[in-house]
């Protein structure tokens, strides 16, 4: 038998060993029934139906049939649906490779999140560094200038030419309920205007009645969607009080962005941790390169 079991692994003998049980037990309990239908007297209660003649006796379902296969039903439901660790439950939820790589990458996520926690900027900023190198350098480029237009020049967004460069190009697809800022709306110079009120008087803390009234002419322009304080009536259009800011690359991460540009990738699923997406939004928005 050793050649048998080298060329199947004991595993699989094993298995067919089961299956000629089977096969074996199955003709000889055949065999009885075969026997009986010949030589067995019927009796019994008949049921009243008859179909042509043709009449069934009563025959109630055996109790312990009947209880196996309601208990195996009930089974069946449990074991596809319940949550992973019940007993008796399987696939869904039950342990898998994937399920124990999701767990351990949860977990390492959870420790590296408690030990960063609460990292100054410079640590931030060198952590956002090789985050950028591996997430976004492929569109953006190593220098955040977004190679030659593919995608936006990180180098001057979130400043005020940031703002210049949004207002006249026009920008959409980070799916404000407002919808988008349409391209060529207003003249460079107005644009200019408006973009000087928001970085003194939306995102800085000047004093808005200081402003001139070109500042504020330009500006009412744009009140219209964001709001006399910038703030973009509560997600109807970005909140200007935080763009430049950390913040405002963070709402971008998470969003994503179908725009006149190009298409930006959410990195609302997982890849990143918040703390990654914290530092590579301040990365973003410091001047290193
Ligand atoms: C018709 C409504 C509307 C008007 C008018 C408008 N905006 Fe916007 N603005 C939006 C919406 C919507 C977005 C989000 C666009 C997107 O999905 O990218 C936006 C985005 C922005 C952004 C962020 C761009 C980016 O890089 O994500 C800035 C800055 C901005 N607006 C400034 C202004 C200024 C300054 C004016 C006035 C000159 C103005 N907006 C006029 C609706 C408007
Ligand atoms: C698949 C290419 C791609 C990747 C990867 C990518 N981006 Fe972008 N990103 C774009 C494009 C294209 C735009 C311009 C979208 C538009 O306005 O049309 C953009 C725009 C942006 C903007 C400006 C958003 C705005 O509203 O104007 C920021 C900030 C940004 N990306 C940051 C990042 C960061 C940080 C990463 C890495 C975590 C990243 N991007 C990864 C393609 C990409």
């Keep these: 038998m050793s050649w048998l079991s080298e060329y199947y692994g004991y595993i699989n003998l094993l298995a067919i060993a089961g299956a000629v049980a089977t096969v074996v037990i199955t003709a000889f309990v055949v065999t009885i029934y075969f026997k009986n239908i010949k030589s067995a007297k019927k009796s019994g209660e008949l049921s009243t139906d008859s179909w042509d003649g043709i009449k069934e006796y009563k025959n109630p379902l055996p109790l312990g049939w009947a209880v196996s296969f309601l208990v195996l039903a009930l089974w069946a439901i449990w074991y596809m649906f319940a949550p992973a660790g019940l007993p008796f439950a399987y696939p869904l939820g039950a342990y898998s490779q994937i399920g124990e790589y999701n767990a351990e990458v949860a977990a390492y996520n959870d420790k590296f999140t408690a030990q960063w926690q609460n990292a100054d900027e410079a640590t931030l900023k060198e952590m956002g560094e090789s985050v950028f190198l591996v997430q976004c350098a492929p569109c953006h480029g190593l220098d955040k200038s977004g190679i030659g237009g593919k995608a936006a020049d990180l180098t001057v967004w979130g400043t005020k030419e940031g703002i210049v460069n949004s207002v006249l190009q026009g920008s959409k697809g980070l799916g404000y ?44 322009y744009c009140t219209s969607c964001h709001d006399n304080d910038g703030k973009g009536f509560e997600g109807g259009a970005p909140d200007l009080t935080t763009y430049g800011k950390a913040e405002f690359a963070l709402e971008v991460l998470n969003r994503g962005k179908e725009g006149y540009i190009g298409s930006m990738p959410s990195f609302n699923d997982g890849r990143l941790t918040d703390i990654q997406k914290k530092a590579v939004s301040a990365y973003v928005l410091s001047a290193e390169q």
């Design 177 to 220: 309920s407002l919808g988008e800022m349409v391209p060529d709306t207003v003249e460079e110079e107005s644009a200019r205007l408006a973009a000087d009120y928001v970085v003194k008087y939306v995102i800085g803390s000047q004093d808005p009645a200081t402003a001139t009234d070109a500042e504020i002419e330009a500006w009412i």
